[in-house]
């Protein structure tokens, strides 16, 4: 029995600009599949024992030549080997065990910085930002961090972050009011760590947490002209961001 067949996986629809799988593992036929359906991965993640898969139309990407890993050695050799095909990371995340990274070729130069395992969250974010960088996705292992960073865009003017047990809804809200989006959140360490950065041009943006991955609430979101800009998962729950286009 394939991964695609065992009863509770959900498959994707292909007839949409974003759609989604929910299965056991990582299905690199399906992978296959999306792209020559006209459809890059744009992020996996991971809660309890299933894996979210997220696609989104190439119309809408503007990245190309995907590759993606998983593996349960860190992949700083592949990433430096694609660095020097001009692929930039778009992923790279410890999920169940394994590390997981996905690279593409973007348009122009994002000006990333080595992932490295480093100290506290805070303190390594702001070292960055003195060196006008700042931080797409980090993951922790253990105490240390790995952050993938790149160069400052003019739209981001400052950031916050917040580190809890729970998801900080309250900070959330209280920020949103101030211009600051969610640029990724993270569970690691038995807490929330979720970066906001300050952004000169606003859009709306609304999140959800649910323990059942929420299938029918990404479709009425899609409806209303949103899509899913950050998915992982974490304390028993799937956490989704959508930011409207």
Known sequence: VSGAER????????????????????????????????????????????????????????????????????????????????????????????????????????????????GKFGDVINEHWKKKYLVRHAQSVGEKWVMVTE??????????WFANPKFPEEKIRENWGNNYRIAFAQYSNAKWYVMMYKVKKTYFQKYILRAQFPVDEIEAAAKEGYYVHDLNGGSGKWMVVFNKR
Request: some cysteine.
């Open 7 to 118: 009863v509770g996986d959900i498959l994707p629809d292909f007839s949409r600009d974003q759609t989604w799988a929910i299965l056991g593992k990582i299905d690199g036929d399906l992978i296959k599949k999306a792209w020559n359906s006209g459809h890059n991965l744009q992020q996996v993640a991971a809660c309890g024992n299933r894996y979210a898969l997220l696609f989104e139309s190439k119309k809408h990407s503007k990245q190309t030549m995907q590759i993606w890993q998983n593996t349960k050695d860190y992949p700083l050799e592949v990433i430096k080997k694609n660095w020097n095909d001009k692929r930039s990371i778009l992923q790279l995340n410890h999920l169940r065990g394994m590390w997981f990274l996905l690279m593409a070729k973007l348009p122009g130069n994002p000006g990333q910085g080595a992932p490295r395992k480093t």
């Open 151 to 160: 160069k400052q865009p003019p739209n981001v003017t400052t950031w916050r």
